[in-house]
């Protein structure tokens, strides 16, 4: 027999302000580690690593930290050995965490890339094409085919055409 979700454990479920709230005070205090270089490791002293987000989960005992590596170290071993660097420190920076946060547990730690800045990109590549320029700048919002009179043929005609009902309550 299934048991009933919890609250908070859906998976389409928007993060409480309990969870945003702990994983600001989480990357914030990551932040302050990692910039004070108390990981020792070659790689990491050679690269800045951002730290973007840091999502708990709901009992606030597991963290998912998203980081952008930057900097010399990408040049030759790339951002994928920055953040195998960083989960292999990750009982290290969790004893170190525990230290700076307040919280009743010090979550575990797993460190995954950050991929919302080359998803960005590809948008921001995609709306500079220029079919797609065209159909953001027309007057109707959408694309218009040749042989069709209107930009609104492709509407169904539930709402297109309907107007609105008078104001003030007197309907017909």
Not at 121 to 139: G, I, N, Q, W
Not at 152 to 163: H, I
Request: hydrophobic share 35%.
């Amino acid at each position: 027999m299934k048991r009933a979700a919890k609250p908070g454990h859906s998976a389409g479920q928007a993060p409480s302000q309990r969870q945003l709230r702990a994983g600001e005070l989480v990357r914030h205090a990551l932040v302050d580690i990692l910039r004070h270089g108390e990981v020792h490791d070659e790689l990491l002293d050679s690269a800045s690593v951002t730290v973007t987000e840091v999502r708990l989960s709901p009992d606030l005992r597991h963290a998912v930290c998203f980081v952008e590596p930057l900097g010399a170290a990408l040049g030759a071993t790339g951002s994928g050995d920055v953040i195998e660097a960083l989960n292999r420190h990750a009982r290290f920076l969790r004893g170190r965490l525990g230290r700076e946060i307040d919280m009743k547990f010090t979550p575990d730690l797993r460190f995954l890339r950050d991929e919302s800045f080359e998803t960005a990109a590809k948008m921001e590549a995609l709306f500079r094409r220029p079919e797609v320029r065209r159909d953001l700048s027309s007057p109707t919002g959408g694309s218009t085919d040749e042989g069709r009179e209107g930009g609104d043929a492709e509407l169904p005609p539930s709402s297109a055409s309907r107007p609105l009902p008078p104001e003030g309550g007197d309907h017909k």
